[in-house]
């Protein structure tokens, strides 16, 4: 009887306690998925670490410090209880039985195909079928577009050459290498307005042809804490009205619109 009256009187206790001083919430990013979350001279980078620092901004009684990790590692700590969550997992409550529950989604991540537009004068609906015979991009370790691309250039039918990055991908595409290019929207949407800044690409040479997947990012929280982190709960309504209200109010796009701003040089205010 004691201990569930001591469970039920914890949120409490922490609540008066928030009021006087903020609680320091350690949030382990991952240190290697740019543009989205790296680790840059020692400190957290990138969109959602971006997101994560407007909505410590907002949170009452708690404060938000971010931890770069590999992703590797970042997992094991929530397994172990260790550490109380991790950004940016997808959602995957199969493969991460230890991973619950989930914050709100921050972000919609999206792989598109690019493609030549004279490739695109025959209508390609159709992901993959209609893209025989073309000559693919893709970023040497990475395998986007789904199982059915992939057999398809088992068989020959779609002929694949891969190159170290986005960049190199993105200069053969538009000299006429290679046929098509696929990759997260953003990396690509970036790096063509940093070419275009250098004069080396102009509107109108590529076209966005298909989506081929999608994905959100989430902070994904410790189910194996045995009570270390008694504010838990609490932390994590905070932080889903944060995400909620920079939703509604636009702080989320505006930070991905600083971030492509500054990718074609253009000045962006820093303010949230």
Known sequence: MRQSIARRLLPMLWSFSCAAAPQTVTILTDNSYPPYSYEAAGQARGIYNDIL???SSRLRGYRIELHPVPWKRGLAELEAGRALALSPPY???????????YSLPMLREKVVVYCRLPVMK?????WPNDYLGLRFGNNAGFRPGGNAFWALVDLGRIELEEAPDVRTNLLKLIRGHLDCYQNDKLAIDMELAKLQRQGLYRDGQLAEAATVSEEQGYVGFTDRDDGRFPYKQDFIRELNQALAGMKRDGTVDRIVGRVLDAARGQSASASF
Do not use: D, L
Request: proline letters at 26%; charged letters at 30%.
């Open 122 to 126: 025959q209508p390609r609906p159709a």
């Open 53 to 55: 620092r407007a909505a």
């Open 91 to 101: 959602y995957r409550p199969g493969e991460r039985p230890f991973m619950r529950p």
